[in-house]
């Protein structure tokens, strides 16, 4: 299949990714959070074609997208008042809430579970496709299964050129790490994954959020996990990667004494300065987490056109959207995380 690459500057490629969309078949869309891999979220068949595109279990189920709030009473069994709070303060945005789900909600979107998550996101090229395509998209991460997740329309192509109907290039990605999910399917709100809205402004609408165990620690295989992509490993660049947490000048200490001559190293703007002779991509100053947030992918997946045999990565601490970036860089590692 030949990937088309659509700029929309014109109002024809908007047009043209909807028309795929609502003849079946899966485009790359630009979203604020990172790009995603959309198709008919009403549609079985379609759906199908984003597992196989990405190789992607087909117990993980995906986040249907949405172009305007009312549509969510269509996807949803009930749609309980915390819902519109949050959706008042966060949408559009990177935020997805997970409510039970209507009957019209296949299976294959939902890995059957009684549940589907709902994003209103704020890309106007996003909405636009949607509204386009005339139903709701489902959309994971338009990257291959286990890989640094996309935030650019070339790293879609580097993993889904031949795979998929047509890429819509929005440009970069501009809060750079996935929505938060959050569960108002329980008796508690709970955070599934950490995302472009923090835990604090989640906490600051529902008051009490659970957070799930599976955002900062390894789940075992064994374990039932909310979120079942939170067990994945995911995120991984093809060398391993260590996570260094805490003071960020103790970490560059750290970092420095233990690296090997092949290794790269993800450091903070200000430490770049410590590994002259390294392959070193910068995300931001440590005191800027969304500048890390808008790096990460980039800097994970652009270690994969060189020869580092190990990757050492400083990790900011778990406040704002620094919880996001540090889940997403631990999830790289493996877990395999230093405190100093
Ligand atoms: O920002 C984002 O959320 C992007 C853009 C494209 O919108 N999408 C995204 O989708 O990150 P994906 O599939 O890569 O991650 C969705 C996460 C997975 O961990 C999945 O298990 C979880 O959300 N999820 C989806 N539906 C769920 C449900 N009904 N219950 C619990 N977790 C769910
Ligand atoms: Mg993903």
Request: glycine share 8%; proline share 7%; aromatic share 4%.
């Amino acid at each position: 299949m030949k990937t088309l690459l659509l700029h929309p500057d014109t109002e024809d490629a908007i047009a043209q990714a909807g028309t795929l969309l609502a003849a079946g078949q899966v485009v790359g869309i630009p979203t604020e959070t990172v790009y995603g891999l959309g198709a008919n979220a009403l549609d079985g068949a379609a759906v199908r074609k984003i597992f196989a595109a990405k190789g992607r279990p087909i117990d993980n189920p995906l986040i249907v997208h949405i172009a305007d709030f009312d549509q969510i009473y269509d996807l949803t069994a009930c749609v309980p008042e915390a819902a519109v709070h949050l959706a008042t303060a966060y949408w559009p945005g990177p935020m997805t809430i997970i409510l039970p789900k209507a009957a019209c909600i296949p299976d294959e979107v939902s890995a059957g579970l009684d549940t589907v998550g709902i994003r209103l996101p704020s890309h106007p090229i996003a909405r636009a496709v949607i509204r386009a395509a005339g139903v709701p998209i489902a959309a994971p991460s338009a990257n291959l299964s286990g890989r640094p997740s996309t935030t650019t329309a070339a790293h879609v192509m580097e993993d889904m050129e031949g795979k998929i109907a047509a890429v819509v290039d929005g440009g970069a990605c501009t809060v750079g790490v996935e929505s938060t999910v959050v569960s108002l399917a329980g008796d508690t709100p709970r955070l599934l994954r950490p995302g472009g809205i923090s835990l604090e402004q989640l906490e600051a609408v529902l008051g009490t959020v659970e957070v799930d165990r599976a955002i900062r620690q390894q789940i075992g295989d064994d374990v039932q996990v909310s979120a079942p992509g939170m067990k994945y490993r995911h995120y991984a660049p093809h060398a391993p990667v260590t996570a260094v947490c805490g003071d960020p000048a103790r970490g560059a200490d750290y970092i420095h004494a233990h690296l090997n001559p092949n290794a790269g190293v993800i450091c903070f703007d200000e430490f770049a300065v410590r590994f002259p002779t390294q392959i070193v991509h910068t995300i931001g100053r440590s005191d800027d987490a969304a500048a890390q947030a808008r790096a990460i992918f980039d800097a994970l997946r652009a270690f994969d056109h060189t020869a580092v045999t190990e990757i050492w990565a400083q990790c900011p601490d778990d406040s704002g959207i620094g919880l996001a970036v540090a889940n997403r860089l631990k999830k790289a590692a493996g877990f395999h995380v230093i405190e100093v």
